[in-house]
């Protein structure tokens, strides 16, 4: 048992720490989000909604959205036409959650863990408003591909970047990055 625990310590490291960042992370932001009431919207999916509207209006400034008055969610409208609503699980929280928690799995230097981990959670924040923006077009424009676009194309586009992401970090800046320079 214990050379099995010596042959695979890093996967174990690598394994528990993943896990661990990612239900500490994920603990924070459920503690977050139970702080506002039932049917009242978070600080950073207000946010998301509101940078959506920006990007949105730079192409057509019948573009807006409003809050429900029932619901935790914000109504965007594209052409003056309501096509879609922005939920907390479209902040891409979750997703900067599972970016951060491998990151860290993997991490190298403290500061080289910190920036990369600030300029990736940014980068997948702008692509996220610049995907719901892109989504609510897309629907306005082709609502019978509403299910593929928003089940499929988007969520393939989201966790393709974070995917690249990983790649950078585990081969250019990871503690297991190759040190060999040509």
Not at 9 to 22: R, S
Not at 81 to 108: H, M, P, Q, T, W
Not at 109 to 138: E, H, P
């Amino acid at each position: 048992m214990k050379n099995y625990f010596t042959l695979y310590k890093p996967f174990l490291l690598f394994l528990g720490t993943f896990f661990l960042t990612y239900i500490v992370l994920t603990f924070l932001y459920q503690r977050y989000l139970n702080g506002f009431e039932e049917n009242k919207i978070d600080a950073i999916t207000t946010m998301v909604s509101y940078n959506t509207q920006w990007v949105m209006q730079l192409f057509n400034d019948q573009s807006f959205i409003e809050e429900s008055a029932t619901h935790p969610y914000m109504k965007l409208f594209f052409n003056d036409k309501y096509v879609a609503r922005i939920v907390e699980g479209c902040n891409a929280i979750s997703v900067i959650i599972l970016f951060i928690s491998f990151v860290i799995s993997f991490s190298g230097k403290l500061k080289t863990t910190f920036f990369f981990i600030f300029g990736g959670s940014l980068l997948i924040y702008v692509l996220n408003v610049l995907r719901i923006a892109a989504l609510s077009a897309l629907i306005f424009y082709f609502p019978k591909q509403e299910p593929f676009l928003h089940g499929v194309l988007f969520p393939l586009y989201i966790y393709g970047v974070v995917f690249i992401l990983w790649l950078i970090w585990v081969r250019k800046f990871s503690r297991y990055a190759s040190k060999d320079t040509k």
